[in-house]
């Protein structure tokens, strides 16, 4: 794969599909690391005389313009990290993207709008993903990957744009995947592998490529509710996939015949409703009530991670184990990332939520072997799957 240095930049437009899908409030960015990790390639770049055109998702949006998903805040905050006026393009491949990429000067910085806001950048007919790809396209001279938290998404500014410009990959994505690279080639064991969060679909798959490679794998967060009631457990109001559930019973199988251990939480914290200051208690797994969701893991199954990953040698972890953004809610995951310090283990923190809840929880971040700005990302390159975002840079 080319590198940046191995580009002839100076004076050309660069497009730089970035991964800036940072957690808001409102309009307020609550933590800009993805941000921060961008930083280094669109610096290097920009020093050396480039056009840089930073193109980005935000959240999901449904393939049409949602002032909810403006990248807007991100242009102001990347402005500022940078230390240089970014010019916004008010849309992503249209007119004002065009405008923007035009009127650029040698050195200067612009991101374009959402790109999820066009159909065709998620869209999964790829004369549509191509359409949208030639018009980005013409945006551009020069292409670099450096998204890596999207690496796994077959999108138009991901996967079909580097095969129509010259392109090369970016400092973020090779570094994430030389630390990842260390998991899959001869982990130290027992390695443990942590999986919370919402993307419950999006992350169950994982599981079944998972339990070759993994002595332990243990389930928190929003993951949690599909095992238990495929246990035969109630669970309430809380998060439930049940289209997933046969597949869960499968995997339940097919670890207890291989010999890998799913750990499941004893107790959760059940809510009221999706709040912080919804009343709240803890319960045990066979005893959530009907109208109540789980939105934590309890004491006695924070003691119980604790226990399992205390003689881990390798661990990774993606997924908050509850909703740590409202503090009744946190502890799982506060109580789960000192387990992951106090271990010997060489510990990787993959996702943009997992990541902002190490920090937002006031942990040093060099306590961890790594950060990556990736959980999908990074659960599917453990996988051994073919990334088509990287693939593309090939
Ligand atoms: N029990 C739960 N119910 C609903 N949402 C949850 C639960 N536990 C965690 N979450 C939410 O999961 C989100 C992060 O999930 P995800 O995007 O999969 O993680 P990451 O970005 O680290 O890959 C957080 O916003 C958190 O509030
Ligand atoms: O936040 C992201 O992934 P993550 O939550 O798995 O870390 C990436 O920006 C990808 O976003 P997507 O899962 O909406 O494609």
């Given at each position: 794969?080319?590198?940046?240095?191995?580009?002839?930049?100076?004076?050309?437009?660069?497009?730089?599909?970035?991964?800036?899908?940072?957690?808001?409030?409102?309009?307020?960015?609550?933590?800009d690391?993805?941000?921060?990790?961008?930083?280094?390639?669109?610096?290097?770049?920009?020093?050396?005389?480039?056009?840089?055109?930073?193109?980005?998702?935000?959240g999901?949006?449904?393939?049409?313009?949602?002032p909810?998903?403006?990248?807007?805040?991100?242009?102001?905050?990347?402005?500022?990290?940078?230390?240089?006026?970014?010019?916004?393009?008010?849309?992503?491949?249209?007119?004002?993207a065009?405008?923007?990429?035009?009127?650029?000067?040698?050195?200067?910085?612009?991101?374009?709008?959402?790109?999820?806001?066009?159909?065709?950048?998620?869209?999964?007919?790829?004369?549509?993903?191509?359409?949208?790809?030639?018009?980005?396209?013409?945006?551009?001279?020069?292409?670099?990957?450096?998204?890596?938290?999207?690496?796994?998404?077959?999108?138009?500014?991901?996967?079909?744009?580097?095969?129509?410009?010259?392109?090369?990959?970016?400092?973020?994505?090779?570094?994430?995947?030389?630390?990842?690279?260390?998991?899959?080639?001869?982990?130290?064991?027992?390695?443990?592998?942590?999986?919370?969060?919402?993307?419950?679909s999006?992350?169950?798959?994982?599981?079944?490529?998972?339990?070759?490679?993994?002595?332990?794998?243990?389930?928190?967060?929003?993951?949690?509710?599909?095992?238990?009631?495929?246990?035969?457990?109630?669970?309430?109001?809380?998060?439930?996939?049940?289209?997933?559930?046969?597949?869960?019973r499968?995997?339940?199988?097919?670890?207890?015949?291989?010999?890998?251990?799913?750990?499941?939480?004893?107790?959760?914290?059940?809510?009221?409703?999706?709040?912080?200051?919804?009343?709240?208690?803890?319960?045990?797994?066979?005893?959530?009530?009907?109208?109540?969701?789980?939105?934590?893991?309890?004491?006695?199954?924070?003691?119980?991670?604790?226990?399992?990953?205390?003689?881990?040698?390798?661990?990774?972890?993606?997924?908050p184990?509850?909703?740590?953004?409202?503090?009744?809610?946190?502890?799982?995951?506060?109580?789960?990332?000192?387990?992951?310090?106090?271990?010997?283990?060489?510990?990787?923190?993959?996702?943009?939520?997992?990541?902002?809840?190490?920090?937002?929880?006031?942990?040093?971040?060099?306590?961890f072997?790594?950060?990556?700005?990736?959980?999908?990302?990074?659960?599917?390159?453990?996988?051994?799957?073919?990334?088509?975002?990287?693939?593309?840079?090939?």
């Amino acid at each position: 794969m080319r590198t940046i240095d191995d580009l002839d930049v100076s004076g050309k437009r660069v497009f730089v599909r970035a991964d800036l899908n940072v957690p808001l409030d409102g309009d307020r960015i609550t933590d800009d690391g993805r941000i921060r990790a961008a930083l280094p390639t669109i610096e290097a770049l920009r020093g050396r005389g480039a056009r840089v055109i930073v193109a980005a998702h935000l959240g999901r949006p449904k393939g049409a313009p949602d002032p909810r998903y403006s990248l807007r805040p991100v242009a102001a905050r990347l402005g500022e990290l940078l230390g240089t006026e970014v010019t916004f393009a008010a849309d992503t491949a249209g007119e004002s993207a065009r405008a923007v990429s035009a009127g650029l000067a040698d050195g200067a910085v612009a991101l374009l709008e959402n790109v999820r806001f066009e159909p065709g950048e998620t869209s999964k007919d790829d004369a549509e993903r191509g359409e949208l790809a030639d018009r980005f396209a013409q945006l551009a001279d020069l292409y670099v990957g450096d998204a890596f938290g999207a690496v796994h998404r077959r999108h138009a500014s991901v996967y079909d744009l580097p095969g129509r410009l010259p392109h090369a990959v970016g400092g973020l994505v090779l570094t994430e995947v030389e630390v990842l690279k260390k998991l899959t080639t001869d982990p130290q064991r027992p390695y443990a592998v942590v999986l919370g969060g919402s993307k419950v679909s999006d992350k169950l798959g994982v599981i079944d490529n998972l339990l070759g490679t993994a002595d332990r794998i243990l389930i928190g967060g929003g993951m949690v509710f599909t095992f238990l009631k495929a246990q035969g457990h109630e669970v309430g109001t809380s998060l439930l996939e049940t289209d997933q559930l046969d597949t869960v019973r499968g995997y339940l199988e097919r670890a207890e015949r291989e010999g890998v251990e799913i750990v499941l939480p004893v107790d959760v914290v059940a809510a009221e409703k999706f709040a912080a200051d919804a009343a709240h208690a803890d319960v045990g797994v066979d005893a959530i009530p009907a109208d109540r969701m789980g939105l934590d893991i309890g004491p006695r199954s924070r003691a119980l991670f604790a226990e399992k990953l205390a003689d881990a040698r390798t661990v990774f972890w993606n997924g908050p184990m509850g909703v740590f953004e409202m503090e009744p809610y946190a502890g799982g995951t506060r109580a789960l990332a000192a387990a992951l310090i106090d271990s010997d283990a060489f510990t990787v923190v993959g996702g943009g939520d997992s990541a902002a809840a190490v920090r937002a929880l006031g942990f040093d971040e060099a306590a961890f072997g790594h950060i990556s700005t990736g959980g999908g990302a990074s659960l599917e390159y453990l996988e051994g799957k073919d990334l088509p975002g990287i693939d593309a840079l090939r």
